[in-house]
C-alpha cells in the first residue's frame, strides 16, 4: 500500500492576545476609545472609507502607522510580538539575520450589513487581526484555498471532508483575540449580521 503525505500546509494562528481577562478588557477599552475617535476625526480616512469600505470605517488608507503615533497600538504591537516569534517558529522562518517588524497597523470598524472583500495583504511576510469587538451573529474571517485557482477538474469536496481540505474555512474569533498568517493567503470578512458594530484592528510585520 502506498503511503499518503501532506504538504506545503497553510498555518493558521489564534490565540489570546493575554493570558489576564482583566487586563485584556483594559486594552480594549482603551483601544476602543481611540478607534471610535479616530473615526470621527480622519476625514482623509473617513473619504478613503466612503469609496473602498462602504458603510464602514478604516484607517488604512490614511492612519496606517498607528502604533507610531498611540502608545496603546505600540503597546498592542508589543504583546503581538510574542506570538509573531512563535508563529515564525512553527513556519519555521530562518530569521537570523532580521527579525519580523510591525510595519502597519489600522483600525477596521465594521457596522451592521458591511463586509470586506477577498484581499490579501502585499509587500509584507506576516499578517493579522487582533479582535477588538465581536458582537454576537458578527461576521468570521474567510480564508481561500490557495490552489483553488489550480483545481481545474477537481470535484467538490464533501460537506463531511477535513478542515484541511476544505476549499474555504471560516475561524471565528473572540474578543481579546489575535489571528495570524501569512500575508500571501488571500482572506474575506462576510457582511456583518450583527446590529452592533465589530471592531478590529490589522497589521503586518516584515523582515525587510
Not at 109 to 132: E, F, N, Q
Amino acid at each position: 500500500m502506498g503511503a499518503i503525505q501532506s504538504l506545503f500546509p497553510t498555518l493558521i494562528y489564534q490565540a489570546p492576545l493575554q493570558s489576564k481577562a482583566v487586563a485584556t478588557r483594559e486594552l480594549n477599552r482603551q483601544l476602543l476609545r481611540e478607534a471610535m475617535q479616530f473615526a470621527e476625526d480622519d476625514e482623509a480616512g473617513q473619504r478613503w472609507s466612503d469609496r473602498n469600505y462602504p458603510g464602514g470605517y478604516t484607517s488604512y488608507g490614511s492612519l496606517c502607522r498607528l502604533q507610531t503615533v498611540s502608545p496603546t497600538f505600540a503597546r498592542l504591537g508589543q504583546l503581538l510580538g510574542r506570538h509573531i516569534k512563535r508563529y515564525a517558529r512553527e513556519l519555521a522562518l530562518d530569521l537570523r539575520a532580521r527579525e519580523l517588524v510591525m510595519t502597519d497597523c489600522w483600525v477596521n470598524i465594521m457596522p451592521a450589513g458591511v463586509g470586506h472583500s477577498l484581499h490579501l495583504h502585499p509587500l509584507s511576510t506576516v499578517s493579522g487581526i487582533y479582535y477588538v469587538r465581536t458582537p454576537p451573529s458578527s461576521a468570521a474571517l474567510k480564508f481561500e484555498d490557495p490552489r483553488l485557482d489550480r483545481f481545474m477538474a477537481a470535484p467538490p469536496r464533501r460537506a463531511d471532508a477535513a478542515p484541511a481540505l476544505q476549499p474555504w474555512r471560516t475561524v471565528r474569533p473572540r474578543a481579546g483575540e489575535c489571528i495570524l498568517f501569512e500575508s500571501w493567503l488571500r482572506h474575506e470578512v462576510p457582511v456583518n449580521q450583527s446590529r452592533a458594530d465589530r471592531v478590529s484592528i490589522s497589521f503586518n510585520f516584515n523582515w525587510f
